[in-house]
């Protein structure tokens, strides 16, 4: 029995490696992640059990988020006219029911090996950074033009995806930061790894995972203070670090100006008269809401949220950049641009709900690891801004990490 266990234990740990490891390679081979998924599956239906899977199932409530999250997408195909779009949303979620359901029932390897995961995943993330920065600099060399270095076109690993790019960054950089606090070994190498994402992060300009860094940093540092002595010398240190990046930030002209067109648009969204434009989020949330409020209890279903948003934009007089010239909003086809809005639209108001309860839940349980807290910080503030579960990188990082952050174990 306790043979089986290892063999279970090590076929368990190869899928999640998988995992990680196709996270890195989706765009250009997609059998690590599938095959991943895959295997985690076998390994849940051969250790068998299955009482006990359910029943740890059940005392885990946001195990039941995620399968009443994906059920109220289930059940909106009902209604929702274009089932096309619908079938083909509810198939990119489907990891949002699986890995919840496979890893939150079974517990078959050490929050040890659980560490290696991430450690596996932030040396992914910084060699992804330096491939970046190397093709950019190769297409420097032929175009001699910047901006290879800037934003959407700096991702080439994933390619055109900045705000995802970001947000696998962002927390592989807190990764990084818990590996030199709680671990002596290969900290100057860390170091260096950690410089490539800041720089990489700077350079991709994700206004809300810039701002998610700087939030959840705070944070948890004051909360680590509270229960560690801090010396006046990593006093110096993190204010010197954070007076760099703030000056980095502020007169490098390229993030310079996306810092300016966020006070444009809060200022828009507060009400300010205005005629620059600069983004669309102000004209699309203000559509949403009002989409919601006449469908509020069962939204649009799956399939038909975004297209009704566009038809309502059409209403909408602002016309914006699309690569070659200015064009009507609803002429972009976008999305809702906030996770929570289009899931509203999308399966009403108890889909809101529940991925509310997913985002606010971990804050309200005692002795929650702190890179599990860390992940849904950044990952609330990252959905308030963009659709993060419209794409398969955005669905499953947040369907893998989430259960098996949860299921960390607080160390010292």
Same mark, same amino acid.
């Given at each position: 029995?306790?043979?089986?266990?290892?063999?279970?234990?090590?076929?368990?740990?190869?899928?999640?490696?998988?995992?990680?490891?196709?996270?890195?390679?989706?765009?250009?081979?997609?059998?690590?992640?599938?095959?991943? /998924?895959?295997?985690?599956? *076998?390994?849940?239906?051969?250790?068998?059990? =299955?009482?006990?899977?359910?029943?740890?199932?059940? &005392?885990?409530?946001?195990?039941?988020?995620?399968?009443?999250?994906?059920?109220?997408?289930?059940?909106?195909?009902?209604?929702?006219?274009?089932?096309?779009?619908?079938?083909?949303? *509810?198939?990119?979620?489907?990891?949002?029911?699986?890995?919840?359901?496979?890893?939150?029932?079974?517990?078959?390897?050490?929050?040890?090996?659980?560490?290696?995961?991430?450690?596996?995943?932030?040396?992914?993330?910084?060699?992804?950074?330096?491939?970046?920065?190397?093709?950019?600099?190769?297409?420097?060399?032929?175009?001699?033009?910047?901006?290879?270095?800037?934003?959407?076109?700096?991702?080439?690993?994933?390619?055109?995806?900045?705000?995802?790019?970001?947000?696998?960054?962002?927390?592989?950089?807190?990764?990084?930061?818990?590996?030199?606090?709680?671990?002596?070994?290969?900290?100057? *190498?860390?170091?260096?790894?950690?410089?490539?994402?800041?720089?990489?992060?700077?350079?991709?300009?994700?206004?809300?995972?810039?701002?998610?860094?700087?939030?959840?940093?705070?944070?948890?540092?004051?909360?680590? /203070?509270?229960?560690?002595?801090?010396?006046?010398?990593?006093?110096?240190?993190?204010?010197?670090?954070?007076?760099?990046?703030?000056?980095?930030?502020?007169?490098?002209?390229? &993030?310079?100006?996306?810092?300016?067109?966020?006070?444009?648009?809060?200022?828009?969204?507060?009400?300010?008269?205005?005629?620059?434009?600069?983004?669309?989020?102000?004209?699309?949330?203000? %559509?949403?809401?009002?989409?919601?409020?006449?469908?509020? *209890?069962?939204? %649009?279903?799956?399939?038909?949220?975004?297209?009704?948003?566009?038809?309502?934009?059409?209403?909408?007089?602002?016309?914006?950049?699309?690569?070659?010239?200015? /064009?009507?909003?609803?002429?972009?086809?976008?999305?809702?641009?906030?996770?929570?809005?289009?899931?509203?639209?999308?399966?009403?108001?108890?889909?809101?709900?529940?991925?509310?309860?997913?985002?606010?839940?971990?804050?309200?349980?005692?002795?929650?690891?702190?890179?599990?807290?860390?992940?849904?910080?950044?990952?609330?503030?990252? =959905?308030?801004?963009?659709?993060?579960?419209?794409?398969?990188?955005? /669905?499953?990082?947040?369907?893998?990490?989430?259960?098996?952050?949860?299921?960390?174990?607080?160390?010292?």
């Amino acid at each position: 029995m306790q043979n089986n266990q290892i063999k279970s234990s090590k076929f368990y740990l190869l899928a999640c490696t998988s995992i990680v490891v196709g996270l890195f390679m989706q765009d250009f081979f997609k059998v690590p992640l599938t095959g991943g /998924v895959i295997l985690i599956g *076998l390994s849940w239906i051969f250790t068998f059990r =299955f009482k006990d899977k359910i029943q740890n199932l059940i &005392t885990q409530p946001v195990a039941i988020g995620f399968f009443l999250f994906y059920l109220t997408h289930l059940l909106s195909i009902i209604y929702t006219q274009n089932l096309d779009a619908g079938w083909s949303d *509810l198939q990119l979620k489907i990891t949002l029911l699986l890995l919840p359901l496979f890893m939150m029932s079974t517990h078959l390897f050490s929050s040890q090996k659980k560490m290696t995961l991430l450690q596996l995943f932030a040396v992914l993330m910084i060699i992804m950074s330096v491939a970046d920065i190397a093709m950019s600099l190769s297409d420097y060399i032929i175009t001699e033009n910047s901006n290879v270095f800037y934003y959407k076109q700096l991702p080439h690993i994933l390619s055109s995806k900045p705000h995802y790019v970001a947000w696998y960054y962002s927390f592989a950089m807190f990764i990084v930061m818990y590996q030199i606090i709680a671990e002596k070994k290969h900290r100057a *190498l860390w170091f260096v790894g950690f410089g490539l994402l800041v720089g990489s992060l700077i350079l991709l300009s994700s206004r809300a995972y810039v701002l998610a860094f700087f939030i959840v940093f705070i944070v948890s540092f004051l909360a680590w /203070v509270m229960t560690n002595k801090v010396t006046k010398s990593l006093w110096m240190k993190l204010l010197i670090g954070l007076v760099c990046l703030v000056t980095i930030l502020f007169f490098n002209p390229k &993030t310079n100006s996306r810092i300016n067109d966020t006070i444009v648009e809060i200022q828009k969204f507060m009400g300010a008269d205005t005629h620059r434009q600069t983004n669309p989020r102000v004209y699309l949330w203000d %559509y949403a809401v009002d989409l919601i409020a006449e469908r509020p *209890l069962l939204g %649009y279903g799956v399939g038909d949220a975004k297209d009704e948003l566009n038809n309502a934009l059409k209403n909408c007089d602002a016309k914006f950049w699309d690569g070659e010239k200015n /064009v009507p909003i609803h002429a972009k086809n976008l999305n809702f641009h906030n996770q929570f809005l289009q899931t509203w639209a999308e399966v009403g108001i108890l889909g809101f709900l529940l991925l509310a309860f997913l985002m606010i839940q971990p804050f309200f349980l005692k002795n929650q690891h702190p890179l599990f807290l860390i992940f849904v910080g950044l990952t609330l503030i990252g =959905f308030l801004t963009e659709s993060m579960l419209e794409r398969q990188a955005g /669905v499953v990082l947040f369907a893998f990490m989430y259960p098996l952050l949860a299921g960390l174990k607080r160390t010292s």
